[in-house]
T-cell receptor, first 112, second 117 residues
């Protein structure tokens, strides 16, 4: 079936650099996307969301980009900090309800 | 953001016993809550959708008699793992859906780690 997937399972960046985490989705009917951050042993934490009628949305130090043409979603983190080290999941919603389908996750490791 | 709590955070039990996990929305009412299971280094897998006042909707492959869900109020959903076995050991996470911002956003609890001996 259709699913959300990620290109890179692990991303290692230097503290202070910018990070880009990518996500590919295959369901063209998806109209709502969310990025979550999950630290070890904790539940996922909402970071930022975007709808399909948008191509960019910015938050505090984070930006989500949506390219519907190639069904690609990315999360950009500016000036990455050690506290950003976690697993990041993208999730999509494509039904009339509010169910989410999660991607496989990318582990971000920030080197001091 | 909205706060969701879970209790207990960690539980160890013997094989064959039943374990109840509570999920509460602390500062909002949630007509819909979700239960996920997450194995180490894997993504979240939706188990069931819990609707207040009605029966839960289970995902394919999830035994409803094994994982009993009760959503008795707008702030509480419970998941009971009946006759737990070692293969049920996992990280169980609930979420509550709330219309916010651009859509129905799910806010997650801190998770419950279940270890069945």
């Amino acid at each position: 079936g259709e699913s959300v997937g990620l290109h890179l399972p692990t991303l290692s960046v230097q503290e202070g650099d910018n990070s880009i985490i990518n996500c590919a989705y295959s369901n063209s009917a998806s109209d709502y996307f969310i990025w979550y951050k999950q630290e070890s042993g904790k539940g996922p934490q909402f970071i930022i969301d975007i709808r399909s009628n948008m191509d960019k949305r910015q938050g505090q130090r984070v930006t989500v980009l949506l390219n519907k043409t190639v069904k690609h979603l990315s999360l950009q983190i500016a000036a990455t900090q050690p506290g950003d080290s976690a697993v990041y999941f993208c999730a999509e919603n494509f039904d009339a309800g509010n169910m989410l389908t999660f991607g496989g996750g990318t582990r971000l490791m920030v080197k001091p | 953001g909205a706060v969701v709590s879970q209790h207990p955070s960690r539980v160890i039990c013997k094989s064959g016993t039943s374990v109840k996990i509570e999920c509460r929305s602390l500062d909002f009412q949630a007509t819909t809550m979700f239960w996920y299971r997450q194995f180490p280094k894997q993504s979240l897998m939706l188990m069931a959708t819990s609707n207040e006042g009605s029966k839960a909707t289970y995902e394919q492959g999830v035994e409803k008699d094994k994982f009993l869900i009760n959503h008795a109020s707008l702030t509480l959903s419970t998941l009971t793992v009946t006759s737990a076995h070692p293969e049920d050991s996992s990280f169980y996470i609930c979420s509550a859906s709330i219309p916010q911002g651009l859509g129905e956003t799910q806010y997650f609890g801190p998770g419950t780690r279940l270890l069945v001996l």
